[in-house]
């Protein structure tokens, strides 16, 4: 599945050695939880879920976001970043937000897209430059109590935007 992307750290169920801790979660039996899902709903369904539970690098992240940012390679189906970025309703692609300014800040435009988990974790992508920044972070360790990331959100997605804007006075006209 990820094979094609060339990631190599990115699935369900991984080793627990290999993941930061998340929160924890008393209310299921669990103590601090490292490896597993902390999502209840995902957990319950043995951590395997379309929601949540999925675990990767920042470099897979990237891979990816990069992927879609340059409308897939050889990696992805013809039509599936097509039908990703285009728009569903309200600014919602197919598993990603579209021209959202309050997660990519002045960065957020008609070419630009990206993905938020509730841990905290988001990529950014351009899809004029093929530019994406990663963030990885963890609202939740080691309580839900740790507040909003929204702004982090904004401030690396707009480290992006010098490269974005050079680019694009590059390459003018690029846009999906």
């Given at each position: 599945?990820?094979?094609?992307?060339?990631?190599?750290?990115?699935?369900?169920?991984?080793?627990?050695?290999?993941?930061?801790?998340?929160?924890?979660?008393?209310?299921?039996?669990?103590?601090?939880?490292?490896?597993?899902?902390h999502d209840e709903?995902?957990?319950?369904?043995?951590?395997?879920?379309?929601?949540?539970?999925?675990?990767?690098?920042?470099?897979?992240?990237?891979?990816?976001?990069?992927?879609?940012?340059?409308?897939?390679?050889?990696?992805?189906?013809?039509?599936?970043?097509?039908?990703?970025?285009?728009?569903?309703?309200?600014?919602?692609?197919?598993?990603?937000?579209?021209?959202?300014?309050?997660?990519?800040?002045?960065?957020?435009?008609?070419?630009?897209?990206?993905?938020?988990?509730?841990?905290?974790?988001?990529?950014?992508?351009?899809?004029?430059?093929?530019?994406?920044?990663?963030?990885?972070?963890n609202r939740v360790?080691?309580?839900?109590?740790?507040?909003?990331?929204?702004?982090?959100?904004?401030?690396?997605?707009?480290?992006l935007l010098p490269?974005?804007?050079?680019?694009?006075?590059?390459?003018?006209?690029?846009?999906?």
């Amino acid at each position: 599945m990820t094979g094609p992307l060339g990631m190599v750290d990115t699935g369900f169920l991984p080793t627990p050695q290999r993941c930061a801790a998340t929160e924890v979660q008393p209310w299921t039996g669990r103590s601090l939880v490292r490896g597993e899902v902390h999502d209840e709903n995902a957990w319950a369904l043995g951590g395997v879920a379309g929601h949540a539970g999925l675990f990767g690098t920042a470099c897979d992240v990237a891979l990816l976001a990069h992927a879609v940012a340059t409308d897939g390679g050889a990696a992805l189906r013809p039509g599936s970043v097509e039908a990703m970025l285009a728009d569903h309703g309200h600014g919602n692609g197919l598993g990603v937000d579209l021209d959202k300014p309050r997660t990519m800040g002045a960065l957020a435009s008609a070419a630009t897209a990206g993905h938020t988990g509730f841990t905290g974790t988001s990529y950014v992508l351009d899809t004029r430059t093929g530019a994406v920044a990663v963030l990885l972070t963890n609202r939740v360790h080691p309580t839900r109590d740790g507040g909003a990331v929204n702004e982090s959100r904004v401030a690396v997605a707009e480290a992006l935007l010098p490269v974005t804007e050079a680019a694009t006075a590059l390459r003018p006209g690029r846009m999906r």
